[in-house]
Structures are given as structure tokens and as C-alpha cells.
């Protein structure tokens, strides 16, 4: 029942956690990407556009490696977390202590 338990728990986290971190990595990749090109630019008129533009780049040309990497560590997060019992549902159960014999 405990690994059931467990394995329940790591499929709802990695779904999660996927969620998470593939959200994460494309904001502040693209972030990063939109602000290096709007101080690269420093004459262009619209810095917001380009900023814009930039990260939609940063996330089509690295997409490749935003899933993979988001994949890996959601996989281990959530088999991290289930497993090591952490969490208090994905526990062992505790073995009542032994009656000492009269």
C-alpha cells in the first residue's frame, strides 16, 4: 500500500513540478534574453517589442533543451520527494513494539 501510496504521489508531483519549472525556465530565459537585447540596442525605439521578440527566440530555439532539462529535474524532485518519505502519507508504517516475553 506504501508504494502505491508513493508511486501516486510522484505522478501528481511531476506533473506539477514539470509545470513549474518548464514555466520557470522559459520567464527567466526569456527575461534574461529580452534584456540583453534591449542594452545591446540601446538606440532602438520600441525596447519592450524587442525584449519581447527575443524571448520568444530565446524559447523557440532552446525548446529542445527546456524539456529535457525540465523533465529530468521533475522526475527527480518528484521521486526525491516521494520516496524518501518526506512526505508524511509516503511514510513506512510504524511497527508496534515488541511484547517482551515473562
Known amino acids: 500500500m506504501t508504494f502505491?501510496?508513493?508511486l501516486a504521489t510522484t505522478i501528481?508531483?511531476?506533473?506539477?513540478f514539470f509545470v513549474v519549472?518548464?514555466?520557470?525556465?522559459?520567464i527567466v530565459?526569456?527575461?534574461v534574453?529580452?534584456?540583453?537585447?534591449?542594452?545591446?540596442?540601446?538606440d532602438a525605439a520600441d525596447k519592450g517589442q524587442l525584449g519581447q521578440i527575443a524571448g520568444q527566440d530565446f524559447v523557440r530555439n532552446n525548446l529542445t533543451v527546456i524539456f529535457?532539462?525540465?523533465?529530468a529535474s521533475s522526475l527527480i524532485a518528484s521521486v526525491g520527494l516521494s520516496f524518501t518519505g518526506i512526505l508524511p502519507w509516503c511514510r513506512k508504517p510504524q511497527e508496534p513494539p515488541a511484547i517482551p516475553r515473562v
Do not use: D, H, M, T
Open 12 to 16: 501528481v508531483l511531476f506533473v506539477f
Open 68 to 71: 529535457l532539462s525540465s523533465l
Open 21 to 26: 519549472v518548464y514555466f520557470a525556465i522559459c
Open 4 to 6: 502505491l501510496k508513493r
Open 29 to 31: 530565459g526569456g527575461a
Open 33 to 42: 534574453s529580452g534584456a540583453k537585447a534591449a542594452i545591446n540596442n540601446p
